[in-house]
């Protein structure tokens, strides 16, 4: 049986698919099987990840019947894992070949550690253009701020995921299905650690304007509030709340994406 399960939601990710898997058989590290959920795309990435399937003898592939969001198709990938650990991916980045090697050999020597995950380098069709660092000394202001652990590289015991159910379906939580989850986490004392090394490639545009909608503010204030109760945040945290993510918003165009960028910049620093 194989150590690492990657977990793979694709949507519209069929002109980067390859390369993504690619990178995967790549690693120095292959003891692992890959599953990947296609989540009603509109274009042709489930016949791409059919044809590199039926070349490789360690990919799952499931597919939804129609597009239902990031946390319920990760799910269905987790429903199926059965190894120790479970890795996290995306279909339009890269992992670095040493990735899986240090991740699984942080996890096999720190026991007291529920998952890792490490910086990642960010890049678009110009090249690189940001490199995160690690942020290790997780607080409740730090949840709050959404500067906790990257996503897309992490590795996790599959009895944490199982211990809090793994993603949480909600229409209140997509794009905050990875916050949600390190919030479950570390309220049931399981925690994480982020190496200092990036080992993870993300493919990342600059210009975030498609993503400001009222929805995913909406989001935004109901997972704020949650953090701000559970763990007993000032009570001025409690109306900035709701006023940052309605501002951003509100905000012109042209000062939504210059703060963006701002923002990206320092994450990068600090994730």
């Not at 007993?232 to 210059?258: C, D, G, R």
Request: hydrophobic share 40%; net charge positive.
């Amino acid at each position: 049986m194989a150590r690492v399960s990657v977990i793979i939601g694709i949507y519209n990710c069929a002109s980067t698919l390859v390369e993504a898997l690619d990178s995967l058989y790549a690693q120095t590290f292959q003891d692992f099987k890959i599953i990947l959920c296609e989540d009603g795309s509109s274009d042709n990435t489930y016949q791409v990840a059919a044809d590199y399937a039926a070349k490789h003898d360690n990919i799952l592939l499931v597919r939804n019947e129609k597009n239902m969001g990031l946390n319920y198709t990760l799910n269905r990938c987790l429903d199926l894992a059965d190894t120790e650990y479970v890795a996290r991916m995306d279909g339009d980045d890269i992992s670095l070949p040493t990735r899986f090697e240090k991740e699984v050999k942080f996890l096999d020597e720190h026991p007291e550690y529920a998952f890792v995950s490490c910086p990642m380098i960010y890049f678009d069709q110009k090249g690189e253009f940001k490199r995160g660092r690690a942020h290790n000394n997780i607080t409740g202001l730090d949840f709050l701020n959404g500067r906790t652990f990257s996503h897309a590289p992490v590795m996790m015991r599959l009895s944490a995921y199982r211990a809090v159910g793994g993603y949480t379906v909600s229409k209140y939580l997509l794009r905050l299905e990875d916050q949600d989850l390190w919030f479950k986490l570390y309220q049931k004392g399981l925690y994480g650690y982020c190496l200092d090394e990036p080992l993870y490639m993300m493919r990342d545009d600059r210009n975030a304007t498609r993503r400001r909608n009222f929805v995913a503010r909406r989001n935004e204030i109901y997972m704020r509030l949650r953090i701000c109760k559970a763990f007993h945040l000032a009570w001025w945290h409690y109306p900035e709340s709701v006023i940052i993510p309605m501002a951003k918003w509100a905000m012109p165009t042209w000062l939504y994406e210059h703060f963006h960028r701002k923002n990206k910049n320092k994450e990068a620093q600090t994730k």
